[in-house]
């Protein structure tokens, strides 16, 4: 049951869809976004084209979109069950996410994750959500922290989208029960 769009105070949270790939290459183009989240720096337009085609062509990958100009501005997803690299159950998902380097430090994505969060909850009745973050990534860390994830366990030498690259990463969580004494 995926849902096409979610809405926040400051975002939409729609599809990618193919005219995207302009602004998607904008922001996945600068070297202080995608290599610290474990991803290639795109190289072209038509990298991001293919990225849309082929990564963000999931049920739950949503372009982050800022109403104000109603620009795709980043990326959140939800990866349920045996989606997520993490072989969680079924019940359980894992949310990722990236925001532009002009964005940064807005609040927007801890914004968007908050809805992502109550949707996995609320309308995928999901038991417990992930959060993993490679070592380093602070920004990202800060993110999981607002949404109320907790500190579960660091895993070594992880492989990551940059081929040989391997890195650890540390794994958060957040259950139903403590969400809903939190929200």
């Known amino acids: ?24 290459y904008k922001y996945a183009s600068n070297p202080d976004i995608g290599p610290i989240a474990g991803w290639p720096v795109h190289q072209s337009i038509q990298d991001s084209i293919g990225v849309i085609k082929n990564v963000f062509a999931k049920p739950y990958t949503y372009s982050v979109v800022l109403k104000e100009t109603n620009e795709p501005i980043g990326c959140i997803n939800l990866m349920i069950g045996k989606e997520s690299n993490l072989k969680l159950p079924d019940n359980e998902g894992e949310i990722g996410y990236w925001i532009g380097v002009p964005y940064w ?76 004494a939190i929200k």
């Open 1 to 24: 049951m995926a849902k096409d769009v979610l809405e926040t105070k400051r975002l939409i949270l729609r599809h990618w869809k193919g005219e995207d790939a302009e602004s998607l």
């Open 105 to 180: 430090g807005q609040g927007l994505i801890p914004e968007a994750a908050k809805e992502i969060i109550r949707f996995a909850f609320e309308v995928l009745k999901l038991q417990k959500l992930w959060c993993g973050y490679f070592v380093g990534n602070d920004k990202s860390k800060r993110v999981s922290e607002k949404c109320g994830f907790r500190f579960a366990e660091t895993k070594k030498d992880v492989s990551c989208a940059i081929q040989g690259l391997l890195r650890d990463e540390h794994i958060t969580s957040l259950s139903y029960a403590e969400w809903s």
